[in-house]
């Protein structure tokens, strides 16, 4: 996944959709990826037709680009992602986040499906990502020579939370702001590991995510991440956790989820840094 591929796929893009720049990125995670089905005048680009992505291999990943509308914004939505348990350097794992910054994105919302730690979080609950533990045992920027000592203190966006927690308390959505912990899996963490994450103050716990943030971060973009609680976290479930289970979570949770993505769209536009014009895309 060289920088060379990387501007190889931003041009597959830009011919398939008659060359228009894009403003922002959506990663769906684990689950979540119905969102898709509502992006309008969309083209959709198999990652394998991308020469930065390999074939996705998780369940739940359709491996896809959705490229068109959403609620105005000209959007690059991942549907799937790439994970360091399946044999992928940090960096490697960041292609998406490098792609929709080649492609002009200037924002980047990251989702997934996570363990909920904090005793208050519910199966079905959100989650809006105020800051990481990053427990991967790396980091995308290893090994770059410029400007690599970005400073995190204020990766993650929050001024949305207010107006985003006052929209779902009125319809009964659970949403909290919390610490995210990345451990690079792919088996599930032990009780002991989840009593660990406590200690260090983590809410939740995912095996993603963290990488594309910092990439972000040191790419410019303004960043966002959205969990979906779809289970307790390990020795505070009361059934063995699985996959299937958390797939099944987020089909279940995907009205609320699609709901909060699009009302943090609306938090967004209010700010007044971006104008909505019309645009199309060659079917």
Request: charged share 20%; with cysteine; aromatic share 8%.
């Amino acid at each position: 996944m060289v920088e060379k591929n990387i501007a190889e796929a931003g041009d597959v893009v830009h011919r398939m959709t008659g060359g228009e720049g894009f403003e922002l990125a959506i990663v769906l995670g684990s689950g979540l990826g119905a969102l898709a089905d509502e992006v309008e005048a969309v083209v959709s680009i198999p990652f394998r037709n991308l020469p930065c992505f390999p074939p996705a291999t998780v369940p739940g990943h359709a491996g896809s680009l959705a490229a068109g509308i959403l609620d105005g914004w000209r959007v690059l939505l991942f549907n799937g992602r790439h994970h360091i348990y399946e044999g992928y350097d940090a960096r490697q794992v960041t292609a998406s986040v490098r792609l929709a910054h080649f492609l002009g994105c200037g924002r980047l919302l990251l989702t997934n499906a996570v363990g909920g730690i904090n005793d208050r979080y519910r199966a079905g609950d959100f989650m809006v990502i105020a800051d990481h533990l990053n427990l991967l045992g790396d980091n995308p920027l290893r090994g770059r020579t410029e400007n690599p000592f970005v400073d995190l203190t204020r990766l993650y966006d929050l001024s949305f939370f207010p107006a985003l927690l006052n929209y779902a308390r009125s319809r009964g959505i659970g949403l909290h702001q919390g610490i995210l912990a990345a451990l690079p899996g792919p088996s599930y963490e032990t009780p002991a590991e989840i009593r660990m994450l406590q200690r260090l103050g983590a809410d939740a716990v995912s095996m993603s995510t963290v990488p594309e943030a910092i990439m972000g971060k040191y790419l410019g973009m303004e960043v966002a991440g959205l969990s979906f609680v779809s289970n307790a976290a390990a020795g505070l479930a009361t059934s063995p956790l699985s996959h299937a289970e958390v797939l099944e979570a987020g089909r279940r949770g995907a009205e609320h989820f699609s709901s909060l993505v699009r009302r943090l769209l609306l938090q967004w536009q209010k700010k007044g840094d971006r104008e909505i014009t019309p645009h199309s895309f060659p079917r």
